[in-house]
């Protein structure tokens, strides 16, 4: 029987994970069986992605500069991945405030619903820790991203997760110094992150071969966690506002992979749907970056000469699903709160969401610390802040689970729009976990 193909897999796995949540809710022992039985098989899932994260990109990177014949190159692919990530996170960031301007979901809340939504979370500890979150964040200099970006122990960088963008530089410096000293010196070296590089990518299979059993359990963890149905219901409006401008970025992403690479687009998705579907599973472009990157490399071709830089800098710098989420619900706060925001307070969104998407960490719910950066730039009483995020925290989980989809899929369109205008998009070659298995199994 032919199997059924991965994206269907987990699709269904997923679908199965929401049923069982809702089932579980409804049994008293239900949410505790689940967060106690089910939920750890989904953190295991993450943290095995989280695993190989570090060793992947250190290794695809000096892999993909060290292949270069031509030093220069590296500063055109760098050059342009960084202009296209901000004419994406601009062209998102617009979409969301027109959505937002034209269809106003915050001047219909009634007080009563601000009011509950306030009591029910402005002193929750989700809300005061992403505000303390925030003023920490606020507290340094405007340099202090670059600062943060250069690491003073190659080691220590490697042994932290959020520290990706200092394993980046590492990774950087060093291939480019083995460019410098001759093929001959730098050959040891070189086998040796080629060599990782494929058994990392080998570690992606294999850890994928049990992706469709974990987001069942990581849905059905958040089925049995997530809010109060009719608080839900009221901030629909809001909700489908985001969503209907992460679903134009999708329809915006399709319409650049058909004009510029003259790809078909939803060839495009449905290679890309495992990882899209990882990203609204976990909330997390960091814990998805290993499955993006195999993705991109083997499904749709891009040379890892250009995704090893463009995909691991996206997943830490470019987030369109997360900046666009930021102008609506900047706006949207102010329309249900009444503060008066004037044209020049929704430039200073454009301006300040672009910078956040780049401060904000590629895990969950960092969108809504940096939100609170944006709110404060555009003069938002700071004493009205935790009421702001009360206001949209009930539907953050699942926005946010959307809004990494689009995190994640922007990334993988940059790479192919980068390889593209440097000749390095080729044809998919894809490897499965079992190809040499032959080989090593025993009569
Ligand atoms: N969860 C998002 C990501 O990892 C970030 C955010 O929007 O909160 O891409």
Redesign the pocket.
């Known amino acids: 029987m032919r199997k059924l193909e991965l994206h269907w897999q987990i699709l269904i796995g997923m679908l199965l994970g929401i049923l069982f949540g809702f089932a579980m809710t409804q049994v008293t022992w239900g949410i505790d069986f689940v967060s106690d039985w089910i939920q750890p098989l989904g953190t295991i899932f993450v943290k095995l992605l989280k695993l190989i994260a570090i060793p992947l990109i250190l290794a695809s990177l000096v892999k993909g500069i060290s292949d270069l014949k031509d030093i220069s190159k590296f500063k055109n692919i760098g050059l342009r991945t960084i202009g296209t990530y901000i004419v994406t996170t601009v062209v998102a960031i617009t979409i969301g405030l027109l959505l937002v301007n034209v269809i106003k979901p915050g001047n219909g809340i009634s007080e009563e619903t601000v009011t509950k939504l306030t009591d029910t979370y402005a002193g929750d500890v989700g809300v005061t820790s992403k505000l303390e979150e925030a003023s920490r964040q606020k507290e340094s200099g405007p340099l202090q991203f670059l600062i943060d970006m250069v690491p003073d122990n190659a080691f220590s960088a490697m042994s932290d997760n959020a520290l990706m963008l200092q394993v980046i530089f590492f990774a950087i410096i060093l291939a480019i110094s083995m460019l410098l000293i001759g093929e001959k010196s730098a050959k040891p070296l070189k086998d040796f992150f080629d060599s990782l590089n494929d058994v990392v990518l080998k570690m992606v299979d294999l850890i994928m071969l049990t992706a469709p059993y974990a987001v069942f359990a990581l849905l059905a963890g958040v089925v049995v966690s997530s809010s109060d149905p009719d608080l839900l219901l009221a901030l629909l409006k809001y909700a489908g506002v985001v969503v209907l401008g992460l679903f134009l970025m999708i329809v915006f992403y399709s319409v650049v992979v058909t004009a510029y690479t003259k790809k078909n687009p939803f060839w495009f998705l449905k290679e890309m749907s495992p990882a899209q579907l990882l990203?609204f599973s976990?909330?997390?472009?960091?814990?998805?970056l290993p499955v993006t990157m195999e993705r991109v490399e083997e499904h749709i071709g891009v040379d890892k000469e250009v995704s090893s830089f463009v995909l691991p800098v996206g997943?830490t710098i470019n987030?369109d699903?997360?900046s666009l989420?930021q102008g609506v619900a900047a706006v949207f706060i102010s329309q249900a709160l009444g503060f008066d925001l004037t044209f020049s307070g929704q430039l200073t969104i454009i301006l300040t969401a672009l910078l956040a998407s780049i401060g904000?960490?590629?895990?969950?719910?960092?969108?809504?610390?940096?939100l609170v950066i944006v709110l404060e730039s555009i003069g938002f009483p700071s004493d009205k802040l935790a009421i702001g995020l009360a206001l949209i925290f009930a539907v953050d989980r699942p926005l946010?689970?959307c809004?990494?989809i689009v995190?994640?899929t922007g990334d993988a369109m940059v790479s192919m729009v980068v390889a593209k205008s440097v000749g390095k998009l080729g044809d998919p070659h894809v490897e499965d976990w079992d190809d040499h298995l032959d080989q090593v199994k025993g009569s």
């Open positions: 990203a976990t909330s997390s472009s960091a814990a998805t997943a987030m699903g997360t989420y904000s960490a590629a895990v969950p719910g960092a969108g809504m610390v940096m946010d689970m809004r990494t995190n994640v």
